[in-house]
């Protein structure tokens, strides 16, 4: 364990003795939340490994945040992942002149770069929830794989440097330094680097950090936002519900717990409870079945049985309003098999029945344009292609639901990890935003 001497925004000092420090820390570093602009980059499915898991899918929008790397510090811009737990980084460790651009992050000239060893607890005992556990490289460094989507894998080592968000500088923050074998070409060209874990993982960003609590709010329009690292106490104009986060203290084959876990009750079209058994929202004795709140994936999967009984009746509220593609053989990124022919001469959708997933203690209510996405170069005649923003988790392989980012627009979303649950209201994200930042 790293001993922890100064002060800083993210960790407002819950490890140190003396109540005087405690509170004169607390009274600062509550003042001074940390509120970070929120972007959305389309980022290609081959540039992000994954820790291999059976509840994860790939996605090609992503949220991201800059910050800076090492000292000097280096200007990194970063996927933000709530599903997962190790954040790494793609590191060029060939690169040893600072004077050659390199879009990825270079430890050759940081000089607060620290490799872990792999005799270190942290390498022993830390990443024993690693799908692929940390092992001993030839230099006694501690080595960790991530995998691609197409099974390809990319190798690094665990190590420690200087993370700087906004005016807040963490020393010491453990991350995978990865051995990037991703060419960067100029159409994709961004300065994303890495990914930032942040689930209950020990090893997360938060669990390292000690964020007592983080909150974001996605814009419906361009899908920025603002991520606020810290407690919130902002007026954004409305008070939150509460949902219980879900823990289990039995490891079970199916359940990541490590992820934000609620509970799910139900499902409505307008104002229509949909008749769906309660149990078919409980996890089984394998796990399978339980329903988090995940960042790094773009749309939203529901478990077949639920999945059929909400397209049934959102087809059939439909029904007049909208051309069902008649396609059997067409469905969106695998899983997404509700599609529409929309006139590309057509201005704005027609009025949709609202979709709201209910949870225990709250609602989250997809309305309008949310509900459904063009799907890109996919057109019919005259008509545009959109299928309906909800797919089917078991035309994807994974034994959960999992409500995705898009789901979350326009939603302020608190993770209070003290109290252990999630808050939800509906916001105008993008005033919010404005809002927040220009408060600094
Ligand atoms: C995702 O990216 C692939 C190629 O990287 C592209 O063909 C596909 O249209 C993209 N999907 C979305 C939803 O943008
Ligand atoms: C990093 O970004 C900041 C602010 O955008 C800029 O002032 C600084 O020059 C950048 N540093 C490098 C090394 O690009
Ligand atoms: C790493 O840096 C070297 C030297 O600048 C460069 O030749 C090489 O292409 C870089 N590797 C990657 C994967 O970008
Ligand atoms: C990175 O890759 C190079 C070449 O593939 C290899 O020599 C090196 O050992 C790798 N480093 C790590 C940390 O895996
Ligand atoms: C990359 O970072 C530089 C400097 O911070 C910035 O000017 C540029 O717009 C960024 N590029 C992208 C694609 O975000
Ligand atoms: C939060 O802010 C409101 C007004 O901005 C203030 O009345 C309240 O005391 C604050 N709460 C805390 C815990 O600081
Ligand atoms: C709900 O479904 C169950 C079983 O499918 C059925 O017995 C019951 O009558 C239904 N209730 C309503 C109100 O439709
Ligand atoms: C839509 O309405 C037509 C006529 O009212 C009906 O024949 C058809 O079965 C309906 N389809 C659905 C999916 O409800
Ligand atoms: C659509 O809903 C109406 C009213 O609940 C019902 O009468 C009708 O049978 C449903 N149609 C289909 C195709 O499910
Ligand atoms: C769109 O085009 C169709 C014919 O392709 C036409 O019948 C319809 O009036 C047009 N609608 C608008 C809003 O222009
Ligand atoms: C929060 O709870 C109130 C009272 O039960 C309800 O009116 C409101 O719709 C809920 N909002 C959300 C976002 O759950
Ligand atoms: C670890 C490593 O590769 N270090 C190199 C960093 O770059 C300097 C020259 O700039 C080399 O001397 C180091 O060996």
Same mark, same amino acid.
């Given at each position: 364990?790293?001993?922890?001497?100064?002060?800083?925004?993210?960790?407002?000092?819950?490890?140190?003795?003396?109540?005087?420090?405690?509170?004169?820390?607390?009274?600062?570093?509550?003042?001074?939340?940390?509120?970070?602009?929120?972007?959305?980059?389309?980022?290609?499915?081959?540039?992000?490994?994954?820790?291999?898991?059976?509840?994860?899918?790939?996605?090609?929008?992503?949220?991201?945040?800059?910050?800076?790397?090492?000292?000097?510090?280096?200007?990194?811009?970063?996927?933000?992942?709530?599903?997962?737990?190790?954040?790494?980084?793609?590191?060029?460790?060939?690169?040893?002149?600072?004077?050659?651009?390199?879009?990825?992050?270079?430890?050759?000239?940081?000089?607060?770069?620290?490799?872990?060893?792999?005799?270190?607890?942290?390498?022993?005992?830390?990443?024993?929830?690693?799908?692929?556990?940390?092992?001993?490289?030839?230099?006694?460094?501690?080595?960790?794989?991530?995998?691609?989507?197409?099974?390809?894998?990319?190798?690094?080592?665990?190590?420690?440097?200087?993370?700087?968000?906004?005016?807040?500088?963490?020393?010491?923050? +453990?991350? &995978?330094?990865?051995? $990037?074998?991703?060419?960067?070409?100029? @159409? *994709?060209?961004?300065?994303?680097? #890495?990914? !930032?874990?942040?689930?209950?993982?020990?090893?997360?960003?938060?669990?390292?950090?000690?964020?007592?609590?983080?909150?974001?709010? +996605?814009? &419906?329009?361009?899908? $920025?936002?603002?991520?606020?690292?810290? @407690? *919130?106490?902002?007026?954004?104009? #409305?008070? !939150?519900?509460?949902?219980?986060?879900?823990?289990?203290?039995?490891?079970?084959?199916?359940?990541?717990?490590?992820?934000?876990?609620?509970?799910?009750?139900?499902?409505?079209?307008?104002?229509?409870?949909?008749?769906?058994?309660?149990?078919?929202?409980?996890?089984?004795?394998?796990?399978?079945?339980?329903?988090?709140?995940?960042?790094?994936?773009?749309?939203?999967?529901?478990?077949?049985?639920?999945?059929?009984?909400?397209?049934?009746?959102?087809?059939?509220?439909?029904?007049?309003?909208?051309?069902?593609?008649?396609?059997?053989?067409?469905?969106?990124?695998?899983?997404?098999?509700?599609?529409?022919?929309?006139?590309?001469?057509?201005?704005?959708?027609?009025?949709?029945?609202?979709?709201?997933?209910?949870?225990?203690?709250?609602?989250?209510?997809?309305?309008?344009?949310?509900?459904?996405?063009?799907?890109?170069?996919?057109?019919?005649?005259?008509?545009?292609?959109?299928?309906?923003?909800?797919?089917?988790?078991?035309?994807?392989?994974?034994?959960?639901?999992?409500?995705?980012?898009?789901?979350?627009?326009?939603?302020?979303?608190?993770?209070?990890?003290?109290?252990?649950?999630?808050?939800?209201?509906?916001?105008?994200?993008?005033?919010?935003?404005?809002?927040?930042?220009?408060?600094?």
């Amino acid at each position: 364990m790293r001993p922890k001497t100064t002060c800083t925004i993210l960790t407002p000092c819950f490890n140190l003795a003396i109540l005087l420090i405690l509170r004169t820390c607390l009274s600062m570093c509550e003042a001074k939340t940390l509120a970070l602009p929120l972007k959305s980059q389309v980022i290609p499915s081959g540039y992000l490994p994954r820790p291999p898991n059976k509840l994860r899918f790939n996605h090609n929008v992503s949220l991201t945040i800059s910050i800076t790397v090492g000292t000097p510090p280096q200007n990194v811009s970063m996927v933000i992942d709530t599903g997962s737990e190790l954040s790494w980084l793609h590191c060029n460790n060939t690169n040893t002149n600072p004077l050659i651009p390199d879009p990825f992050f270079n430890p050759n000239i940081s000089s607060t770069y620290s490799p872990i060893s792999c005799s270190s607890s942290t390498c022993t005992t830390r990443t024993r929830d690693f799908p692929i556990p940390a092992s001993c490289d030839s230099n006694n460094l501690c080595h960790a794989t991530l995998s691609y989507a197409d099974a390809s894998s990319s190798e690094g080592n665990l190590a420690s440097d200087t993370l700087g968000f906004g005016s807040s500088v963490n020393p010491g923050v +453990i991350f &995978g330094c990865m051995n $990037s074998t991703y060419t960067t070409n100029s @159409e *994709s060209d961004s300065n994303t680097t #890495g990914l !930032l874990g942040m689930n209950l993982g020990s090893l997360s960003l938060v669990s390292q950090l000690k964020t007592p609590k983080f909150s974001y709010c +996605i814009s &419906g329009s361009d899908f $920025s936002g603002i991520l606020l690292l810290g @407690e *919130s106490n902002f007026s954004w104009g #409305g008070s !939150l519900n509460y949902t219980s986060l879900v823990q289990i203290s039995t490891p079970l084959p199916y359940f990541d717990r490590s992820a934000y876990t609620v509970r799910f009750k139900g499902i409505k079209v307008s104002d229509k409870l949909l008749n769906i058994s309660g149990n078919l929202f409980v996890p089984d004795h394998t796990g399978a079945g339980q329903t988090m709140f995940d960042l790094g994936t773009q749309f939203t999967f529901l478990l077949g049985p639920v999945y059929n009984a909400l397209r049934e009746e959102f087809l059939n509220q439909t029904n007049g309003t909208l051309r069902v593609l008649d396609d059997p053989n067409f469905a969106f990124q695998i899983a997404m098999d509700l599609c529409y022919r929309v006139p590309m001469n057509r201005s704005e959708l027609p009025e949709l029945p609202s979709v709201s997933l209910v949870f225990e203690g709250a609602e989250m209510r997809v309305s309008g344009d949310q509900l459904l996405y063009r799907v890109p170069g996919s057109v019919r005649d005259n008509d545009s292609v959109y299928c309906f923003t909800f797919g089917n988790s078991d035309l994807l392989g994974v034994e959960a639901f999992i409500i995705g980012h898009h789901q979350q627009q326009n939603m302020w979303m608190e993770f209070d990890l003290v109290q252990h649950r999630v808050g939800l209201a509906h916001a105008q994200c993008d005033l919010v935003g404005q809002k927040l930042l220009g408060l600094g």
